[in-house]
């Protein structure tokens, strides 16, 4: 069902992620690529509503959390697939 959706609406402006200090254009460019990521590794067949619940978990998890720029990107990378494997697993 992923051919419903839209990789494109879950991507953020640099104005959508709110006060970095001035890196809001770093942190929006590092959350897209991990939303990117994720749903590359989402199954195509993943029901609209799960898929809408993990990619929008992405900026849930990591909103605020300086880790978004202090971590390594490969570190933000292990743990999106971290995350997207154990939110299916919770699906399925």
């Known amino acids: 069902?992923?051919?419903l959706l839209n990789v494109q609406d879950y991507l953020?402006?640099?104005?959508?992620?709110?006060?970095?200090?001035?890196?809001?254009?770093?942190v929006?460019?590092?959350l897209n690529d991990l939303i990117h990521i994720a749903w590359d590794k989402l199954p195509d067949d993943l029901d609209c509503?799960?898929?809408d619940e993990i990619i929008?978990?992405?900026w849930?998890?990591?909103r605020g959390d300086m880790a978004?720029?202090?971590?390594?990107?490969?570190?933000?990378?292990?743990?999106?697939m971290h995350y997207v494997d154990s939110s299916l697993d919770e699906k399925m």
């Open 60 to 62: 849930e998890h990591l």
């Open 12 to 26: 953020f402006a640099i104005q959508d992620v709110g006060d970095w200090e001035g890196e809001e254009e770093h």
């Open 56 to 58: 929008n978990g992405i």
């Open 68 to 80: 978004v720029l202090e971590a390594d990107f490969e570190e933000l990378v292990d743990w999106v």
């Open 28 to 30: 929006a460019e590092t």
């Open 1 to 3: 069902m992923k051919d």
């Open 49 to 51: 509503e799960s898929i």
